[in-house]
Structure formats: structure tokens, C-alpha cells
């Protein structure tokens, strides 16, 4: 049960890392870059964050 829990744990943590790193993308193209905001580019920067946590876990170096 614990193993269980720990690796909730760990998932929901990914989870939190991508929207964290999310909030920084959206944050970036709306600042500076002057990007209008919108839920797409919110869902886009999810994704960008996802992909970036899934990047560095899986790094060949």
C-alpha cells in the first residue's frame, strides 16, 4: 500500500511540475512576448511544460 501511495505521490507531483513550468511558458509569451492570453495558448503551455518535465526525466546524459 505504501508503494501505491508513493507513486501517486510521485505522478502527482510530474503534474504539478509541468504547471508550474506551464505558468512560467504562459507567463513568459504573454509578458514579454506580448502574446494575447487565451485557454489555448494556457493549454499549449501545459503541454510545453509536460513535455519539458518528460525531457529532462528521460535525458540520455
Same mark, same amino acid.
Given at each position: 500500500?505504501?508503494?501505491?501511495? $508513493?507513486?501517486?505521490?510521485?505522478?502527482?507531483?510530474?503534474?504539478?511540475?509541468?504547471?508550474?513550468?506551464?505558468?512560467?511558458?504562459? $507567463?513568459?509569451?504573454?509578458? *514579454?512576448?506580448?502574446?494575447?492570453?487565451? *485557454?489555448?495558448?494556457?493549454?499549449? $503551455?501545459?503541454? $510545453?511544460?509536460?513535455?519539458?518535465?518528460?525531457?529532462?526525466?528521460?535525458?540520455?546524459?
Amino acid at each position: 500500500m505504501k508503494e501505491l501511495l $508513493a507513486e501517486i505521490a510521485l505522478r502527482a507531483a510530474k503534474v504539478v511540475a509541468a504547471a508550474l513550468v506551464g505558468l512560467i511558458v504562459y $507567463a513568459l509569451m504573454t509578458g *514579454p512576448f506580448g502574446a494575447a492570453g487565451s *485557454p489555448q495558448l494556457a493549454l499549449e $503551455a501545459f503541454i $510545453a511544460g509536460a513535455v519539458i518535465i518528460l525531457l529532462f526525466e528521460s535525458s540520455p546524459i
